[in-house]
């Protein structure tokens, strides 16, 4: 039998709107993070990689033991679909984050944006082709509407770079795996930091047997740095986590456009990128079609009133 629940009620445990906030701020976390990723100039994309990892592990692990969550951490380790599930979770996150921060750290940060905006894109078509969700006529216009935007930036910059495409299947991915794993959100992100453990702590014990690593060996500030990037990354993907369970699919794909909408400013903003016509043109149709989507889903709540299903 089908549960009833209010339109504002997810089985994430949170409401869509606190689904939704928790992913604005997620999104744009991530979109400022190159700020963050341009102070470790000369260490290598994977050596962050592999730092995030164990200072994250560590970072979920003290906040499961406040929050009491091992009892379930260890459940969903006894069972082989959440195994499997997590585990792809894991190989798509690594893969993403690795490409995301080689392409900040490398002078390709338009090519990792034009990826974050194929996204949502993605994430749309999984959520209709694998979870029944079924967008307005009005969600509809503003999808096709975000997706000329898309199609006008790839014109533009002239071919689909292969950063741009890793980035997009990446990060799609990771979220339709997680969205389809039950496990909660701090142990599903311990689950999966440590899957892939083995192969990134043991290149930090590589590097450190071999002196060319960059923790301990330069200054107070670079180890600080290293340090933080779990908590640059861990806290934002705990809320991801906990975001992407509480929304359906295709409003995931809309909120994804925060990402690169952050990072193209902060390109204009901050390090003073010159915004040529066709891109400002990009956002005119991307964030008409993300007031199209959101009218879309306002009107349907609306009309549907709290009485209506929601399902994954």
Same mark, same amino acid.
């Not at 002196?211 to 934002?236: K, N, Q, R, W």
């Not at 400013?265 to 016509?277: F, K, N, P, Q, T």
């Not at 005119?284 to 306002?298: E, K």
């Given at each position: 039998?089908?549960?009833?629940?209010?339109?504002?009620?997810?089985?994430?445990?949170?409401?869509?709107?606190?689904?939704?906030?928790?992913?604005?701020?997620?999104?744009?976390?991530?979109?400022?993070?190159?700020?963050?990723?341009?102070?470790?100039? !000369?260490?290598?994309?994977l050596?962050?990689? /592999?730092?995030?990892? &164990? *200072? =994250?592990? %560590? $970072?979920?692990?003290?906040?499961?033991?406040?929050?009491?969550?091992?009892?379930?951490?260890?459940r969903?380790?006894?069972?082989?679909?959440?195994?499997?599930?997590?585990?792809?979770?894991?190989?798509?996150?690594?893969?993403n984050?690795?490409?995301?921060?080689?392409?900040?750290?490398?002078?390709?940060?338009l090519e990792?944006?034009?990826?974050?905006?194929?996204?949502?894109?993605?994430?749309t078509?999984?959520?209709?082709?694998?979870?029944?969700?079924r967008p307005?006529r009005l969600?509809?216009?503003?999808?096709?509407?975000?997706?000329?935007?898309?199609l006008?930036?790839?014109?533009?910059?002239?071919?689909?770079?292969?950063?741009?495409?890793?980035?997009?299947?990446?990060?799609?991915?990771?979220?339709?795996?997680?969205k389809?794993?039950?496990?909660?959100?701090?142990? !599903?992100?311990?689950?999966?930091?440590?899957? /892939?453990?083995?192969? &990134? *702590? =043991?290149? %930090? $014990?590589?590097?450190?047997?071999t002196?060319?690593?960059?923790?301990l060996?330069e200054?107070?500030?670079t180890?600080?740095l290293?340090?933080?990037?779990g908590?640059?990354?861990?806290?934002?993907q705990?809320?991801?986590?906990?975001?992407?369970?509480?929304?359906?699919?295709?409003?995931?794909?809309?909120?994804?456009?925060?990402?690169?909408?952050?990072?193209f400013?902060?390109?204009?903003?901050?390090?003073?990128?010159?915004?040529?016509?066709?891109?400002?043109?990009?956002?005119?149709?991307?964030?008409?079609?993300?007031?199209?989507?959101?009218s879309?889903g306002?009107?349907?709540?609306?009309?549907?009133?709290?009485?209506?299903?929601?399902?994954?």
């Amino acid at each position: 039998m089908m549960e009833h629940r209010s339109p504002r009620t997810t089985a994430g445990g949170l409401s869509q709107g606190q689904g939704m906030g928790i992913l604005f701020a997620v999104y744009l976390s991530f979109g400022l993070s190159p700020l963050y990723w341009n102070l470790l100039q !000369g260490v290598s994309a994977l050596e962050m990689v /592999s730092h995030r990892s &164990l *200072w =994250g592990s %560590l $970072i979920i692990a003290a906040f499961m033991v406040w929050k009491g969550q091992f009892p379930a951490f260890f459940r969903a380790m006894r069972e082989r679909r959440e195994i499997v599930l997590i585990g792809l979770c894991s190989l798509a996150h690594l893969w993403n984050w690795w490409i995301y921060i080689w392409a900040v750290t490398n002078s390709k940060v338009l090519e990792c944006s034009i990826g974050h905006y194929i996204v949502p894109m993605i994430s749309t078509l999984l959520g209709f082709l694998f979870f029944r969700e079924r967008p307005s006529r009005l969600q509809w216009m503003g999808i096709a509407s975000a997706g000329i935007g898309v199609l006008i930036l790839l014109m533009g910059y002239g071919s689909v770079p292969w950063v741009s495409l890793n980035v997009a299947l990446s990060a799609a991915l990771f979220a339709f795996f997680r969205k389809r794993a039950t496990v909660g959100a701090a142990p !599903g992100m311990l689950m999966e930091l440590l899957f /892939s453990a083995p192969l &990134l *702590w =043991g290149y %930090l $014990i590589w590097l450190e047997e071999t002196g060319t690593g960059h923790f301990l060996a330069e200054s107070v500030y670079t180890d600080m740095l290293l340090i933080g990037c779990g908590f640059v990354s861990a806290i934002p993907q705990l809320g991801l986590s906990l975001g992407i369970r509480s929304v359906p699919m295709i409003s995931l794909g809309i909120m994804q456009y925060i990402l690169p909408t952050t990072v193209f400013l902060l390109g204009v903003l901050v390090m003073r990128e010159d915004i040529s016509a066709v891109k400002l043109l990009v956002f005119l149709f991307i964030w008409t079609g993300v007031g199209l989507f959101l009218s879309g889903g306002a009107f349907h709540f609306r009309r549907k009133g709290s009485g209506d299903t929601f399902s994954d």
